[in-house]
């Protein structure tokens, strides 16, 4: 039996056919005890998730990375509402042979797992948010206005715009990771299209202002939630507002970081995740 | 040389002189290293401090826990505002021989480090708050009311009244730290007297009431803050406030906690607060 992999730029993208659809995911870490399916957020790919996270879980846990539909090398069309975008994690997960998992929601990734958790809730043990928001978060309400104006940045500055605070500790910490997201140099997968991209904003806008319908009071699994000081694309309060809803959840804030909080300091949420994971009940 | 002492139940009550004042503190852990001094809670005396902190402190730092004036063991006339406390404190940590060193503060002993922090800065290395709230907090401005709710209470019921939650898992959880502070049995404070108890409730209260003076903002230090998600005497979300007005601080909440949250979570937080001080810059 080979050596588990650890390490995350070398863990080669794999393919999953589901009902039609060629699904992307990696896989690494340890090869027993149970695994954490990993979430991206708008317009990430396997390529975007910083390595220091995914090679810190996988020392004590199988992890594993998926595209979802229209994402990344994942086949098929990007819906427009998180809950076909949750069923469709649920189709590969399952497919994937995995009965219970934990999960690592980040962002629009978050919205999935709060979905998921609340619709086929004996799928996951325990569930980790980053950067997310309730259902019915205003802030998400405006979130067409705040891409535009990050794509009217250039080149890092797209990144630094949504990920960073405008502060030098911020905005450095935060170049880091994206440096980071390019150590990988083959096997990388697509960038996500605009047609995908379009689909995955609409489903955001709608988080914000479509009528609530989950019930956050129902998870009952064990939920560690992680927010940056300053994330207005979810608005960081919203994240006092899951902890005080979802009845058994840990709420950890970290200091001048915007969306790319866990992105900015990987060393303490790889720290906090795994004890969550292998500790708290 | 001795092995160093890791088991707070061992160690022995110690005594200083200053200015004529006999000081009580117990002192173990590593000998080296930066050490961690702890302030207490209102009414709270050495023997308030749920040894799986301490014990978890001390394995990777020196741990000083100290009765300030008229506390405990401690001589002399608890003052009625904090100011005074915190003048007292820094006269106790100087006379120990400490020039620089982490702090610890819970509830009361976090107003107590607060002040400190903002009024002779260079003393804090790293400082860790604890279930406690800014100035002007309004929740204390009715705390004399709710000290006399508790004070009704009979037996382990006056501290559950504070420390936990209504909730099942609360009360058993903060039970075990209850039980756990009876484990010492010889070599033990006295308990804090009236006259101390009526000053302290004089300070908590004026806390909340008093004009505020300190500026947040001005501390430097990297802090931790920890709050359980419904203390009522520091009412939860003060510690947001907290957060967001102190440049570089990390928040966590612990789920379904009042006044007692790390003692209710004691693994959790010695994992948080080693790794804070280790290695958070």
Redesign the interface.
Known sequence: MNAPMLNYADAPTQYLDVEGVNYAYRSLGKRSGIPVVCLQHFTGTLDNWDPIIINGLAKERPVIAIDNTGIGNSGGTTPDNVQDMARDAIKIITALGIKKCDVLGYSLGGFIAQTIATTKSDLFRKIILVGTAPQGAKALGSFPHLVERAFQQRGIEVYLYIFATQSERSRKLVTATYQRLKERKSDRDKETGMLSVQAQVKALTRWGTDPVTIKLGEIHQPVMIVQG?NDEMMDS?TS?EL??QI??????????SAHGSFFQYP??FV??AN?FLN??E
């Open positions: 000081s309060d006092l902890f005080k009845p058994n959840a840990l709420l950890f804030y970290y200091p001048d060393e303490i720290e906090q004890f500790h708290f």
